[in-house]
């Protein structure tokens, strides 16, 4: 069985793709992770819209312009309900976090069955609500290109690539 540790490290922002199709059961199985996340108060302001027809992707290849983005057979459009979501006392909406929760949990159960993705916040989110025809409380958030990959994981490429935990824990306070 994996460790929760060997997951996270083989998810990896894939950017090589199959054409394959996505078995229907597999694309459940992340949505159903996105699902099941929590949320600030369980408000759940999530709404995941897959665009998998040929015609959609055309038109939704065009938010974000990258050639391998257009490989992938399915993309996730993650939006949040900003009427929905919680607010802190001071204000502060987390919809963005309880999206990114969401995301987070169907990023690592698409690699947990052999999928590949890339989170992708760098779009044109104003086309993005227009092609979605989106009220103006949802958000498109971040978008997954889910696919089978063609390019492979380095698992050891967190030594490399990430800040050694000396320079990011503090201990009772932060100096």
Request: hydrophobic residues 40%; negative net charge; contains cysteine.
């Amino acid at each position: 069985m994996t460790s929760f540790i060997e997951l996270a490290k083989k998810r990896f922002s894939s950017r090589k793709y199959s054409t394959r199709l996505i078995e229907e059961e597999k694309l459940m199985q992340v949505l159903e992770a996105g699902r099941i996340a929590p949320s600030a108060a369980n408000f759940q302001p999530w709404i995941f819209v897959v665009v998998k027809g040929e015609d959609a992707k055309r038109e939704f290849e065009s938010i974000y312009n990258k050639e391998w983005f257009k490989e992938a057979p399915v993309f996730i459009i993650i939006c949040g309900d900003h009427d929905v979501s919680w607010k802190r006392y001071d204000g502060k909406d987390h919809c963005d976090i309880d999206v990114a929760i969401a995301v987070d949990h169907m990023t690592l159960a698409a690699a947990d069955i052999g999928l590949a993705t890339c989170w992708i916040c760098n779009f044109d989110i104003t086309k993005c609500s227009e092609l979605l025809n989106l009220p103006s409380n949802i958000e498109p958030i971040a978008i997954l290109p889910l696919a089978y990959p063609e390019d492979e994981v380095v698992v050891d490429r967190h030594n490399k690539q990430r800040k050694p935990l000396s320079e990011i824990v503090r201990y009772d306070v932060f100096s």
